[in-house]
């Protein structure tokens, strides 16, 4: 069937249906090793591996649905306009790179707070659309968070910022697979 038979609520419903865990797993993945690899480069390899790892983000996501078992591609259900909805919000993140990449040209440990930035606007629409608390959590407290530690620890932006970012998509993974099993539990 395609989005044509469905109503917005029923669209709204199976969009909602997903775990989720495959992007976050990946995002995850990514910032993990930019805090970890971090130390072992000056500022050229840093700056490479956070465009780099954050620019494979999708692509792991893809690598990890399939051990997840998930269709992030869509290839296996009908279209949904909340699937165009929140890669509209997708877009709309990756045009703030014409601000993150101007204030990395001034100033390179910039780049963590920008791109950590941009990278979480995304779970803004995400909440709202699967009407649950974590993508605002996700978004708010990440921002926050990394603007704080930016300023607190200017020597260790590599390191610090990638850190918090792996605890906050943590948080998120926990609290996306609370929000499956409560699903489960409640169509039982």
């Given amino acids: 069937?395609?989005?044509?038979?469905?109503?917005?609520?029923?669209?709204r419903a199976e969009f909602c249906d997903r775990p989720f865990y495959a992007m976050p797993l990946a995002g995850t993945l990514a910032w993990g090793l930019i805090?970890?690899?971090?130390?072992?480069?000056?500022?050229?390899?840093?700056?490479?591996?956070?465009?780099?790892l954050t620019g494979s983000i999708f692509g792991l996501g893809i690598l990890i649905a399939?051990?997840?078992?998930?269709?992030?591609?869509?290839k296996h259900r009908p279209k949904n306009v909340f699937d165009g909805l929140?890669?509209?919000s997708v877009g709309s993140a990756w045009l703030v790179f014409a601000i993150a990449v101007?204030?990395?040209?001034?100033?390179?440990?910039?780049?963590?707070l920008s791109i950590g930035i941009l990278a979480g606007l995304m779970w803004l629409p995400f909440s709202w659309i699967i009407q649950h608390w974590v993508g605002y959590f996700h978004g708010i407290v990440?921002?926050?968070?990394?603007?704080?530690?930016w300023y607190l620890w200017?020597?260790?932006r590599f390191t610090v910022l990638p850190a918090?970012?792996?605890?906050?998509?943590?948080?998120?993974?926990?609290?996306?697979?609370?929000?499956?099993?409560?699903?489960?539990?409640a169509l039982a």
């Fill in 1 to 11: 069937m395609n989005q044509q038979h469905h109503s917005l609520d029923q669209q």
């Fill in 35 to 52: 805090g970890l690899l971090s130390p072992l480069f000056g500022m050229f390899g840093k700056v490479y591996l956070v465009f780099i």
């Fill in 66 to 74: 399939k051990i997840t078992g998930e269709d992030l591609l869509g």
């Fill in 86 to 88: 929140f890669m509209a």
């Fill in 102 to 112: 101007p204030f990395f040209r001034q100033d390179p440990t910039s780049l963590p």
């Fill in 142 to 149: 990440r921002t926050l968070l990394l603007v704080v530690a």
């Fill in 154 to 156: 200017p020597e260790h």
């Fill in 164 to 185: 918090i970012i792996v605890c906050i998509y943590l948080v998120t993974l926990i609290a996306l697979a609370r929000r499956q099993r409560q699903m489960k539990r």
